[in-house]
């Protein structure tokens, strides 16, 4: 099988070409809202690794967090409540010489959008995925979300929460990603580093983010992560063992780690995919060709 990803410039550079930036649209987060940070964040590594706009599409669905693309100098695509993933797929089919990012909340990916998750997630399409985790419904005022602490009191849950949270990282590391990290929104630099290597990673990236709601959350705030977020790196962790990775994902109470939990080499979507396999469709003639030949069976 033909290895394309030799010939596709990932993080091409060039002076004529403006590296990403924000756009001139301001983000309307209330102010505090921890995705200030992971916009930071975004756009820290993507300069770090001189894309240039051009070869950036971001995507996201429904949510504040989902309203992300709209501040950056890419491409941007705002899609419907939980579909970030097959967009980003799909424009990873289209012309896997992007970079794609989908981003989002933890109602849009690990809610609606849950069945996109895993199967991104076991084809491991060659994209990045940011999830702003704050544990609640931003957008329609405070509801209770998927990973929801048990016993949290919201509006949808005025007697407090009696369902288990998922837990995206176990659920990440079981559905076959193959970059599997945490960050947290009190920590840019960090959470950058953690964005950066996973757009340089081969396959799919998951980078959930603690990412507090200052206005609907008053649980799961920064005081709430600061007080108990540790460092895998700083910890003796070993990212090539899924093993270890599971424990530590399941880890939630006095300690939390933030930081790669898992790393894996393993052939992407693309190099397996017949067709993707010899370079983007967006610039094979082949295809071209191909297609109007299907419509002509159909004239
Ligand atoms: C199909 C559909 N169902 C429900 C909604 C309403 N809705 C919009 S955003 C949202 C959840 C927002 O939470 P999250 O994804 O965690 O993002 P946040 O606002 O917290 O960043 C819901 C339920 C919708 N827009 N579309
Ligand atoms: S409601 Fe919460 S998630 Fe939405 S912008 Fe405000 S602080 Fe951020």
Redesign the pocket.
């Given at each position: 099988m033909a290895d394309s990803s030799a010939s596709i410039p990932r993080a091409s550079t060039g002076p004529a070409l403006p590296v990403i930036g924000k756009s001139d649209t301001k983000p309307t987060w209330c102010p505090g809202c921890g995705?200030f940070s992971v916009l930071a964040a975004v756009e820290m590594a993507l300069k770090r690794l001189q894309v240039p706009s051009h070869n950036v599409a971001v995507v996201s669905?429904?949510?504040?967090?989902?309203n992300l693309p709209h501040f950056l100098s890419s491409y941007g695509f705002h899609a419907?409540?939980?579909r970030a993933l097959p967009v980003a797929e799909g424009i990873r089919w289209a012309n896997h010489g992007l970079t794609v990012i989908a981003t989002?909340?933890?109602?849009?990916g690990f809610g609606?959008g849950a069945g996109h998750f895993v199967h991104t997630m076991r084809r491991n399409v060659d994209l990045t995925y940011v999830t702003?985790d704050?544990q609640?419904?931003?957008?329609?005022t405070g509801q209770a979300?998927p990973t929801s602490m048990m016993g949290q009191k919201t509006k949808s849950t005025p007697n407090g929460v009696i369902e288990r949270p998922v837990d995206p990282i176990a659920l990440a590391l079981a559905s076959g990603a193959t970059y599997v990290a945490r960050g947290f929104s009190g920590d840019v630099k960090h959470l950058a580093d953690l964005i950066a290597n996973g757009i340089q990673h081969r396959g799919f990236s998951f980078v959930d983010v603690f990412s507090p709601?200052v206005t609907y959350n008053k649980l799961n705030t920064f005081d709430f992560f600061r007080q108990r977020v540790y460092k895998l790196e700083t910890s003796g962790h070993d990212p090539t063992n899924i093993g270890l990775a599971f424990q530590r994902a399941i880890e939630w109470g006095e300690k939390i780690p933030i930081g790669l939990f898992y790393k894996v080499d393993h052939p992407t979507y693309e190099d397996l995919e017949e067709v993707l396999s010899a370079g983007p469709l967006a610039h094979q003639n082949a295809g071209l060709v191909g297609r109007e030949k299907l419509l002509d069976e159909f004239a």
């Open positions: 995705d669905g429904i949510g504040c967090s989902s419907i409540h939980g989002g909340g933890d109602g849009d609606i702003m704050n609640i419904y931003g957008l329609t979300s709601c």
